[in-house]
C-alpha cells in the first residue's frame, strides 16, 4: 500500500475555519487533479478507471443542528468499504491533502526484490575512516 501523504481531517477544531473558506474546486476539477497526481506517482489511471468505480463527494459538518458543506474533496475508487485508491484535496488551495493506493496492481513501477534486506539494514553509509576521525575530536 502506498500511503504518500496522511492528513486528519477529523480535526473538528479546523472545521469552523474551513466552512468559512471558498473552495476552488468543484467536482470536475477534483477528479482532474487526482487523476493527474496519480499518474505522477505511476499509477495506470486508465485501469484504475476501468477496475473501479469513481466517486466524487465533498464532506460535510453538522454543528448544532447546521449542516455545513466544507471546502474539502475527496476523489476515491472502490466498492463498498473497500478504497483501491483515494486523493484528498483542500479546495481553498487545490493543495492534496492525502493520497492512498492499496491495490498496488494498479501501479505501473518496476518493483525492486530485495534478497539482503538485513546487511543492507545493518550498514552505514558513513566510512568507517570518518567516522573514527569523528571520534577523535
Not at 483515494?86 to 488551495?93: A, D, S
Not at 530485495?114 to 558513513?126: D, G, H, S
Request: net charge neutral; hydrophobic share 35%.
Amino acid at each position: 500500500m502506498l500511503n504518500v501523504l496522511t492528513t486528519n481531517i477529523e480535526e473538528v477544531e479546523q472545521y469552523k475555519q474551513w466552512e468559512k473558506m471558498p473552495s476552488l474546486v468543484g467536482s470536475n476539477e477534483a477528479y482532474h487533479l487526482a487523476t493527474n497526481w496519480l499518474s505522477r506517482v505511476s499509477v495506470d489511471v486508465s485501469k484504475l478507471n476501468g477496475k473501479y468505480p469513481v466517486h466524487v463527494g465533498q464532506p460535510s459538518w453538522n454543528d448544532q443542528g447546521v449542516i455545513t458543506p466544507l471546502p474539502l474533496h475527496c476523489v476515491t475508487w472502490g466498492e463498498g468499504d473497500y478504497q483501491a485508491a483515494k486523493v484528498g484535496i483542500f479546495g481553498p488551495t487545490k493543495k492534496m491533502m492525502g493520497l492512498t493506493i492499496k491495490d498496488e496492481s494498479l501501479s505501473t513501477r518496476i518493483f525492486l526484490l530485495v534478497t539482503n534486506q538485513k546487511e543492507l539494514i545493518e550498514m552505514t553509509n558513513i566510512p568507517s575512516r570518518l567516522i573514527e576521525t569523528n571520534s577523535n575530536r
